[in-house]
């Protein structure tokens, strides 16, 4: 199953010139602990509820501050067409818990994270307990 038909969905971003403060707000009514940083329609960075945790109680920066000062830069993508185990290869070797999803131009079509995967992996092994059960009681 490719990663794209999966976890295709609108991803909720920000600009880097927005205000931190603007970004805890969205990330609050969102329901999301991370937003992509897009400059116009390319990816530019990637500012998680732990970046914002850590700057502002460090007092490296304040709520006015622009989500620019603080966000990741080297955003690890991984493409659309890619599967599964991709996506948790990645995760691993890199230390991440969230990949914006790319189509083949570069532009953001999905998000795919840590918990999404584990969640997807968890229902596929029950489906396959399910189908051993049957086999394993006669």
Same mark, same amino acid.
């Given at each position: 199953m490719k990663l794209g038909e999966q976890f295709r969905s609108e991803v909720v971003t920000i600009e880097p010139?927005?205000?931190?403060?603007?970004?805890?707000?969205?990330m609050k009514d969102q329901h999301v602990g991370a937003l992509v940083v897009v400059d116009k329609d390319k990816i530019v960075g990637i500012l998680t509820d732990r970046d914002i945790a850590l700057a502002l109680g460090s007092d490296q920066i304040g709520s =006015?501050?622009? #989500?620019?000062?603080?966000?990741?830069? @080297?955003?690890?993508?991984i493409r659309e067409n890619e599967g599964v185990f991709n996506a948790t290869q990645?995760?691993?070797?890199?230390?991440?818990?969230?990949?914006?999803?790319?189509?083949?131009? =570069?532009?953001? #079509?999905?998000?795919?994270?840590?918990? @999404?995967?584990?969640?997807?992996?968890?229902?596929e092994i029950a489906n396959l307990s399910k189908a051993v059960a049957p086999a394993m009681a006669t």
């Open positions: 010139g927005d205000k931190i403060a603007s970004a805890v707000w969205k =006015g501050g622009s #989500v620019s000062a603080i966000m990741t830069r @080297d955003v690890i993508t990645k995760l691993t070797e890199k230390g991440v818990r969230r990949l914006p999803i790319v189509d083949a131009k =570069g532009h953001l #079509v999905g998000l795919v994270t840590f918990d @999404d995967l584990f969640a997807l992996l968890a229902t």
